[in-house]
T-cell receptor
Framework: EAEVAQSPRYKITEKSQAVAFWCDPI?????LYWYRQILGQGPELLVQ????????DSQLPKDRFSAERLKGVDSTLKIQPAELGDSAMYLC??????????????FGQGTRLTVV | GDSVTQMEGPVTLSEEAFLTINCTYT??????LFWYVQYPGEGLQLLLK?????DKGSNKGFEATYRKETTSFHLEKGSVQVSDSAVYFC?????????????FGTGTLLAVQP
């Protein structure tokens, strides 16, 4: 069964260091999402790609976060410098497209980030 | 803005008990509604969905009905099992336009005791 792959599963980094997460969506899925889930809360969208283009990054803290999906397939989310408040689960999801019939989002297992 | 409100947990039940987790939403349009489940240390899995008013989503014994008049999408199961212990998230999305992001509630932890 096709899955969204994320790595690493766990990451511990020191404050002010750089950290990067990788996501490989389900093959053929044009839409890719990065969500952040703070402990005890629901996920919140950071950035959404349609193919290689960003369609929503309104909640992405652009002074320290960046995301790219250069060839419209896999994606990288970077934080530089990391802050204590960035400790969270980072979830990647993908879906076929934007139409109603094909927007079911499939989630990866997430990357648990701890900033110390 | 659009939002989702869920009942706070944890919800603790004995095996074979009846489950209800309340969910209400506010939306500017006519959203599709979802329930996702998250097992410890895992990502989210879609449990069920409904795309229009009066639709009933169902899966694995869980059901939820899209109630436009009360803006609700309560999750129910007639007889819970220990294996149902997880965090349940209600979510909505509005299709159309350039984005169809999911808006989640805060989640409800369900603990089922044998």
């Amino acid at each position: 069964e096709a899955e969204v792959a994320q790595s690493p599963r766990y990451k511990i980094t020191e404050k002010s260091q750089a950290v990067a997460f990788w996501c490989d969506p389900i093959s053929g899925h044009a839409t890719l999402y990065w969500y952040r889930q703070i402990l005890g809360q629901g996920p919140e969208l950071l950035v959404q790609f349609q193919d290689e283009s960003v369609v929503d990054d309104s909640q992405l803290p652009k002074d320290r976060f960046s995301a790219e999906r250069l060839k419209g397939v896999d994606s990288t989310l970077k934080i530089q410098p990391a802050e204590l408040g960035d400790s969270a689960m980072y979830l990647c999801a993908s879906s076929l497209g934007l139409g109603q019939g094909d927007t079911e989002a499939f989630f990866g297992q997430g990357t648990r980030l701890t900033v110390v | 803005g659009d939002s989702v409100t869920q009942m706070e947990g944890p919800v603790t039940l004995s095996e074979e008990a009846f489950l209800t987790i309340n969910c209400t939403y506010t939306a500017t349009g006519y959203p599709s509604l979802f329930w996702y489940v998250q097992y410890p240390g895992e990502g989210l899995q879609l449990l069920l969905k409904a795309t229009k008013a009066d639709d009933k989503g169902s899966n694995k014994g869980f059901e939820a009905t899209y109630r436009k008049e009360t803006t609700s999408f309560h999750l129910e199961k007639g007889s819970v099992q220990v294996s149902d212990s997880a965090v349940y998230f209600c979510a909505q999305t509005n299709y159309g336009g350039a984005t169809n992001k999911l808006i989640f509630g805060t989640g409800t932890l369900l603990a089922v005791q044998p």
